[in-house]
């Protein structure tokens, strides 16, 4: 496959880059109730807490970036596992910054979310990509 025929993957992998960083890095009101309706649903079916909503929220968007780095085809050292990893790790950090400005607090549930959202869409999207691949060919 060309690298023009990951151009759109690649893309909408860019834009969601730099909205997961935006919305990690910027304060968040007080008033703003955690995490998003549907998370607050997905929270209260899995855990029977909606106040987990926040930890779907930052599963649910990292797992979003690794499933779209490897449907872009990024790979760091030649691996795409490289790319998905690194992504798990720049969660982390990202968590660990919003301390350094003191306007948010970080959390390690949320570091964690992070981490295991981006490893977790990474590994959904080559699985699917297999199940696709056999399906064209039976």
């Known amino acids: 496959?060309?690298?023009v025929a990951h151009l759109g993957p690649?893309?909408?992998f860019g834009l969601l880059f730099a909205l997961v960083t935006y919305l990690t890095l910027t304060?968040?009101?007080?008033?703003?109730?955690p995490?998003?309706?549907v998370t607050r649903w997905i929270s209260s079916l899995l855990f029977g807490d909606p106040k987990l909503a926040d930890k779907v929220a930052h599963f649910l968007a990292y797992a979003a970036l690794g499933a779209m780095a490897v449907w872009a085809h990024l790979s760091l050292f030649g691996r795409r596992l490289g790319a998905a990893l690194a992504l798990a790790v720049y969660g982390v950090f990202l968590e660990w910054l919003q301390g350094v400005g003191g306007v948010r607090s970080?959390?390690?549930a949320d570091a964690v979310a992070?981490?295991?959202g981006a490893l977790s869409g990474a590994a959904g999207a080559v699985i699917l990509n297999h199940l696709i691949r056999r399906v064209r060919r039976a």
């Open 1 to 3: 496959m060309s690298r």
């Open 10 to 12: 690649r893309v909408l």
């Open 27 to 33: 304060p968040n009101p007080d008033d703003v109730e």
């Open 35 to 37: 995490g998003f309706a």
């Open 106 to 108: 970080p959390e390690l």
């Open 114 to 116: 992070n981490g295991l």
